[in-house]
């Protein structure tokens, strides 16, 4: 079945640094990839997205970027603050409600 | 705009009881779905809603599992009887199904069935 590989599962980065997730989908039918932090005891929350007809987003400190044909897409957040520690999930849609979401990476950025 | 809630936020019950998790999705969202997350298995979708209908409920994991949406404010998942493999976070999502809007989740319901 369709499937979301998502790496790395944890990342340390000191406060300033930048921070890499790479997730790698494998319905070619995906055209939607939204990214969610998940802080303890709250649900995901959408941070930034990106269709399938675009190559780059970005918004502030944070940017994604997409490549359908090798099936990737990553988040990449700039001058990271401790508040960023979280959990960040990838996601790709494929119509209009399939979502597959990645494993999560637990960022943890120090002070 | 209040987001999506859910409740009730904790829920400890023993083997065997029913559990109702609650729904209220965002105003002039039409989509609703009921996820579970565990550390083993992450996100899942268990069942998809759009104008109230169920569209599908194929990740609704036995016959324990009902779920129902009265009205486009209002859903419920149940578990009769519950067991101890059902502990887990519930989370319930609403979107709009047209164009491409996002998942909006709630702060989740978090099962522990002894």
């Known amino acids: 079945g369709e499937n979301v590989e998502q790496h790395p599962s944890t990342l340390s980065v000191q406060e300033g640094d930048s921070a890499v997730i790479k997730c790698t989908y494998s319905?070619?039918?995906?055209?939607?990839f939204p990214w969610y932090k998940q802080e303890l005891g709250k649900g995901p929350q959408l941070i930034i997205d990106?269709?399938?007809?675009?190559g780059e987003k970005k918004d502030q400190r944070i940017a994604v970027t997409l490549n359908k044909t090798a099936k990737h897409f990553s988040l990449h957040i700039t001058e990271t603050q401790p508040e960023d520690s979280a959990v960040y999930f990838c996601a790709a849609r494929s119509g209009t409600y399939k979502y597959i979401f990645g494993t999560g990476t637990r960022l943890k950025v120090l002070a | 705009d209040a987001g999506v809630i859910q409740s009730p936020r904790h829920e400890v019950t023993e083997m065997g009881q029913e559990v109702t998790l609650r729904c209220k999705p965002i105003?002039?969202?039409?989509?609703l779905f009921w996820y579970r997350q565990t550390m083993m298995r992450g996100l899942e979708l268990l069942i998809y809603f759009n104008n109230n209908v169920p569209i599908d409920d194929s990740g609704m994991p036995e016959d324990r599992f009902s779920a129902k949406m009265p009205n486009a404010s209002f859903s419920t998942l149940k578990i009769q009887p519950s067991e101890p493999r059902d502990s887990a976070v519930y989370f319930c999502a609403s979107s709009q199904r047209h164009g491409d809007s996002p998942l909006h989740f709630g702060n989740g319901t978090r099962l522990t069935v002894t």
């Open positions: 319905d070619s039918a995906s055209n939607y």
């Open positions: 990106i269709r399938s007809n675009v």
């Open positions: 105003s002039g969202h039409n989509s």
